[in-house]
C-alpha cells in the first residue's frame, strides 16, 4: 500500500493506492493548507486502505514511513477490523517534525524538545513556517494518540531510537527493538566476502557536515601516508572534489552500488563512521562489520551501541577531531590490532544483523501480536 508514483514498480494493488504529493517544496496558499491538512488526516489514504483491506485480508499490517503522505488515517480501518499493527521507527518522526533531531550545528535531546526550539531548526525545507505548523500537526496527532491507539508494537533499530520513543510519551511495553540486517551476509557463509591486500581507511555516506565528511579531509591532511577513499554523493561533492586535487592521499570515487561498495570495504583497513547527527541505526557500520573491517565511529546516536573499543572497533567523540585523530593513530600504529578487530567485527555482525535472524525474529512479533489478539 503506496502512493502512486511514475517510478513505481508494476503492483496488482496499485489501484488502491494513494494519489501522489509533491513536497519538494513548501507550499503557501490553498496548495500549503491541503498538504497540511493531508499530514494531519488523509481521508482518501483512510477509505483506500479500507478496501485494500477487505480485499486482501490480512493478518498483519507492518508500516513504515506514513506520516505526511498516507498519515495515521490509515491505521483507523486497522483498529476497527482489530488487525494487529507493527511499525518500523526508521527515523524521529514519531518524535519530532525534526526527524533528523539535529538544528544544522548539533544533535538535538528529544527530552528537551519544544515546539519553538523546533521551529528554529527550519528543518523543512529551510522554512521557519513550514517546521512550526508541521511540528504543530505532529504535536497534535500525538495528543490525540493517532497512531498509539492502533499501533500495537514500535519497532526502533537501536536502545537511542527506543529511548526517544519514550522520552516524548509512547509507552515502553509496546517497544522492541529488532536490528536492521546487512545485505552483505550471505545465508551460511561462515567467513567474511573474499579481500584483496587491506589499505587505507573508508569514507561511505552521503557528503554533508551531519555525516562528518569534513573531519575525514581534516584526517586526511592530517596523515598523508594513509590513503582515504571516499564513496557517495551530496551538496559537498565540489568542495571534495576540490581537496581531492591537493591530496594524493585522497580519492573520490562517487556513488557505488552494493556489491562495488561492500567490495571497496572489504579491502579497507579501516571504515570510519564520523556522523554528528544522531544515527538511528548505522547501516554502514554493520556492513563494514559484514566484511570483516573494523569501524571506527563516532559516540553519535545508535552507533556506539555496536561497538566495543578495542574487540570490533573503535569510538570517538562525535565532532571532535583531535579525538578522531589521535584514535586514528593509534590504530595504524598497530596493524595486528586492527586484523584482530576485523574478525571480531565480522563475529558481530553475523550475530546481529543476519537476514535470517531478523526475519525468523520479526515473524516471532507476528505470530505473537496475531495469537494475542
Known amino acids: 500500500f503506496a502512493l502512486h508514483d511514475p517510478r513505481n514498480a508494476p503492483s496488482a494493488?496499485?489501484?488502491?493506492?494513494?494519489?501522489?504529493?509533491?513536497?519538494?517544496?513548501?507550499?503557501?496558499?490553498?496548495?500549503?493548507?491541503?498538504?497540511?491538512i493531508r499530514?494531519?488526516?488523509?481521508?482518501?489514504?483512510?477509505?483506500?486502505?479500507?478496501?485494500?483491506l477487505a480485499a486482501f485480508k490480512p493478518d498483519m499490517v507492518h508500516l513504515?514511513?506514513?506520516?505526511?503522505?498516507?498519515?495515521?488515517s490509515v491505521l483507523r480501518p486497522c483498529k476497527q477490523a482489530g488487525i494487529p499493527v507493527v511499525m518500523t521507527v526508521h527515523d524521529y518522526a514519531l518524535v519530532s517534525a525534526n526527524y533528523g533531531l539535529w538544528?544544522?550545528?548539533q544533535a538535538m535531546n528529544a527530552a528537551q524538545l519544544n515546539w519553538l526550539k523546533v521551529a528554529r531548526t527550519r528543518f523543512i525545507k529551510g522554512s521557519?513556517?513550514?517546521?512550526?505548523?508541521?511540528?504543530?500537526?505532529?504535536?497534535?496527532?500525538?495528543?490525540?494518540?493517532?497512531?498509539?491507539?492502533?499501533i500495537d508494537t514500535y519497532l526502533p533499530s537501536s536502545n537511542f531510537?527506543?529511548?526517544?520513543?519514550?522520552?516524548?510519551?509512547?509507552?515502553?511495553?509496546?517497544?522492541?527493538?529488532?536490528?536492521?540486517?546487512?545485505?552483505?551476509?550471505?545465508?551460511?557463509?561462515?567467513?567474511?566476502?573474499?579481500?584483496?591486500?587491506?589499505?587505507?581507511?573508508?569514507?561511505?555516506?552521503?557528503?554533508?557536515?551531519?555525516?562528518?565528511?569534513?573531519?575525514?579531509?581534516?584526517?586526511?591532511?592530517?596523515?598523508?601516508?594513509?590513503?582515504?577513499?571516499i564513496a557517495g554523493t551530496g551538496p559537498k561533492e565540489d568542495e571534495v572534489r576540490e581537496e581531492v586535487r591537493h591530496l594524493e592521499n585522497v580519492q573520490y570515487l562517487g556513488f557505488l552500488p552494493g556489491d562495488a561498495l561492500w567490495q571497496q570495504m572489504a579491502d579497507a583497513q579501516l571504515v570510519v563512521v564520523p556522523s554528528r547527527w544522531p544515527e538511528p541505526y548505522g547501516l554502514v557500520a554493520i556492513e563494514a562489520m559484514a566484511c570483516g573491517t573494523p569501524v571506527m565511529v563516532s559516540n553519535a546516536?545508535?552507533?556506539?551501541?555496536?561497538?566495543?573499543d578495542g574487540v570490533n572497533g573503535v569510538v570517538f567523540t562525535a565532532g571532535d577531531i583531535q579525538d578522531l585523530t589521535t584514535k586514528l593513530k593509534?590504530?595504524?600504529?598497530?596493524?595486528?590490532?586492527?586484523?584482530?578487530?576485523?574478525?571480531?567485527?565480522?563475529?558481530?555482525?553475523?550475530?546481529?544483523?543476519d537476514p535470517k535472524k531478523h526475519l525468523d525474529r520479526l515473524l516471532e512479533i507476528y505470530t505473537s501480536q496475531v495469537i494475542h489478539r
Open 161 to 229: 531510537v527506543a529511548e526517544a520513543l519514550i522520552a516524548t510519551g509512547y509507552p515502553k511495553n509496546k517497544i522492541q527493538i529488532l536490528s536492521l540486517f546487512s545485505g552483505n551476509l550471505l545465508p551460511g557463509i561462515e567467513l567474511p566476502m573474499p579481500r584483496g591486500l587491506r589499505s587505507g581507511v573508508l569514507y561511505a555516506g552521503r557528503l554533508e557536515d551531519y555525516k562528518g565528511i569534513d573531519l575525514v579531509l581534516k584526517a586526511a591532511h592530517a596523515f598523508p601516508k594513509i590513503d582515504f577513499l
Open 64 to 72: 513504515h514511513n506514513a506520516y505526511t503522505h498516507l498519515s495515521p
Open 330 to 353: 593509534a590504530a595504524f600504529k598497530h596493524p595486528k590490532d586492527l586484523e584482530r578487530m576485523g574478525e571480531g567485527a565480522f563475529r558481530y555482525a553475523k550475530a546481529q544483523a
Open 13 to 36: 494493488w496499485d489501484k488502491y493506492f494513494v494519489s501522489s504529493l509533491d513536497t519538494s517544496r513548501v507550499g503557501f496558499g490553498l496548495d500549503g493548507v491541503r498538504q497540511l
Open 39 to 52: 499530514a494531519f488526516w488523509c481521508r482518501e489514504a483512510e477509505q483506500k486502505m479500507r478496501k485494500l
Open 103 to 105: 538544528d544544522g550545528t
Open 128 to 150: 521557519f513556517l513550514a517546521t512550526f505548523l508541521l511540528e504543530g500537526v505532529y504535536r497534535l496527532q500525538r495528543a490525540l494518540r493517532l497512531y498509539d491507539r492502533a
Open 301 to 308: 546516536g545508535g552507533l556506539p551501541e555496536k561497538i566495543k
